[in-house]
């Protein structure tokens, strides 16, 4: 596999990609193999009908699907660990092609984690009172300070989100979503726009804390973090997020008292 970094904007690194049609056919290998394993044909016992027959009765569609995420999960591990690339998001297939002899030429937009560098944010919050500030106040001190490039295909997927939750809500009332946006005294375009704004400002604020917690090294120890997890019934499966909650609160109470 060669890729080929053609330039990376506002957070977003766009890439060309070579697979070549040996690649393809090994990817498409191990994805028949594992296929036929759950096919059943005439005359022979589940996954035990030889390979070539068994192939025939493969869905193409899912064979295709299959063999399109074995070749793009192989090609972004391949591409992060080349170019040392931290992921915010999901990678974009901006486009793939087909080649007469048989490799692939593909085009990707991968949401790269951005490079913060931190302000002095304990000078500026200090200009508001603590007696009078809000966590609001930290909120919008942080967004008006710290500049943070935010890649696009992470906030196209937090919009997304959103109009899928709003087409539910408008579903739920037996509404068109033209009309229901029409009660709302909105377009869909304007709609779009506030779920951007929205969504942009809370992957930043995000971030910082993130790093403002990393900064000053804040962070929730186990035995604690298993406490909290026994009184609020939480699962093993969601330590990480608990982890993370607990942490984010715990910076912006750092933040208050400064």
């Known amino acids: ?80 660990e080349e170019n040392h690339y931290r992921l915010l998001g999901r990678p974009v297939l901006e486009e793939l092609k087909a080649e007469k002899d048989g490799s692939w030429k593909i085009k990707l937009q991968l949401p790269l984690y951005p490079e913060i560098k931190l302000g002095d944010y304990t000078k500026y919050l200090k200009t508001k009172d603590k007696k009078d500030r809000k966590v609001e106040d930290v909120y919008q001190a942080l967004l008006d300070h710290e500049k943070v490039d935010v890649s696009e295909l992470v906030i196209n997927e937090e919009v997304n989100h959103s109009l899928e939750r709003l087409a539910s809500q408008s579903k739920s009332l037996n509404l068109p979503l033209e009309d229901y946006l029409k009660a709302l005294g909105k377009n869909l375009e304007q709609v779009k726009k506030e779920y951007s704004d929205s969504a942009e400002k809370s992957v930043r604020l995000d971030l910082l804390l993130l790093e403002i917690a990393k900064d000053q090294k804040i962070d929730t120890e186990d035995k604690e973090l298993l406490e909290l997890a026994m009184v609020s019934n939480v699962s093993s499966k969601q330590m990480d997020q608990l982890r993370s909650i607990m942490n984010r609160r715990k910076t912006i109470d750092y933040l208050m008292g400064i």
């Open 1 to 80: 596999m060669n890729t080929k970094q053609i330039k990376i904007e506002k957070g977003t690194a766009y890439l060309e990609a070579t697979v070549s049609h040996e690649e393809v056919d090994i990817e498409k290998n191990h994805v028949v193999d594992e296929m036929i394993k759950t096919v059943t044909v005439k005359g022979f016992r589940q996954g035990k009908a030889p390979k070539a027959v068994a192939e025939k009765n493969l869905d193409p569609d899912k064979l295709s699907d299959h063999i399109l995420n074995h070749v793009m999960s192989h090609l972004l591990e391949h591409t992060i």
